[in-house]
């Protein structure tokens, strides 16, 4: 691991970082959280609460739908949301199963 760029045990490091990235993406692959979930982590990460995503969501009862399942996230939102609180836009846009 403390293998110098340009050198030839610094070319094999690379090589088996690749291959290592390679047999997790396939073999443990990790699916998008939901994207309620997401905002969940984030509000809990930064101790935010139903007021501060006001300005990413609209008023609070909405935000309270939202949290709850009753309405989906409109773009104007995974927008606001991605920009303002940096949540994958990945994350907010993955269609509930």
């Known amino acids: 691991m403390t293998a110098k760029r340009g050198t030839s045990e610094g070319d094999t490091l690379d090589v088996l970082t690749t291959l290592v990235e390679a047999y997790e993406a396939k073999h443990f692959a990790l699916d998008l959280p939901d994207p309620v979930e997401a905002i969940r982590f984030v ?3 930064r ?3 139903v007021k501060d995503l006001v300005p990413y969501i609209g008023r609070a009862n909405r935000v ?7 309405r989906p996230l409109t773009m104007d939102m995974v927008w606001k949301l991605h920009k303002g609180l940096g949540i994958p836009a ?4 993955k269609q509930a199963a």
Do not use: D
């Not at 309270?64 to 009753?70: A, D, F, Q, T």
């Not at 990945?90 to 846009?93: D, V």
């Open 64 to 70: 309270y739908e939202i949290l709850n399942h009753k």
């Open 43 to 45: 509000m809990e990460q």
């Open 47 to 49: 101790n935010l609460t």
């Open 90 to 93: 990945e994350s907010l846009i």
